[in-house]
């Protein structure tokens, strides 16, 4: 059974930091890409993912938006990815999605094979 586990979501004041995790079983962890996706109160799910990171050669994407702030990393071992997210912006409050699949780290949904259920950040100002 394939699962992802988002973890470490939770509430902080603007300017500071978070750190998710995304822990994965049930497939060949070594051969996906795996990306965090964000859904903002209200809105629809992000079609561009926030950061991918490739478990092959690990490559990375960030979204404009997060660029300098946040900092994606796979443990291949723990098969784990953790999203360091720094300087925190009220913006980023959302609930946060790990997937699994981009290929050619096309960091989008539509390239998504698994998706987990969601860990909520929430940023104060």
């Known amino acids: 059974e394939v699962q992802l586990v988002e973890s470490g979501g939770g509430l902080v004041q603007a300017g500071g930091s978070l750190r998710l995790s995304c822990a994965a079983s049930g497939f060949a962890f070594d051969d996906y890409a795996i990306g965090w996706f964000r859904q903002a109160p209200g809105k629809e799910r992000e079609g561009e993912g926030v950061?991918?990171?490739?478990?092959?050669?690990?490559?990375?994407f960030y979204a404009d938006s997060v660029k300098g702030r946040f900092t994606i990393s796979s443990d291949n071992a723990k098969t784990t990815v953790y999203l360091q997210m720094n300087s925190l912006k009220p913006e980023d409050t959302a609930v946060y999605y790990c997937?699994?699949?981009?290929?050619?780290?096309?960091?989008?949904?539509?390239?998504?094979?698994?998706w987990g259920q969601g860990t909520q950040a929430t940023v104060s100002s």
């Open positions: 950061s991918c990171i490739s478990n092959k050669d690990g490559s990375t």
């Open positions: 997937a699994a699949g981009f290929r050619n780290l096309i960091c989008r949904d539509e390239y998504a094979d698994y």
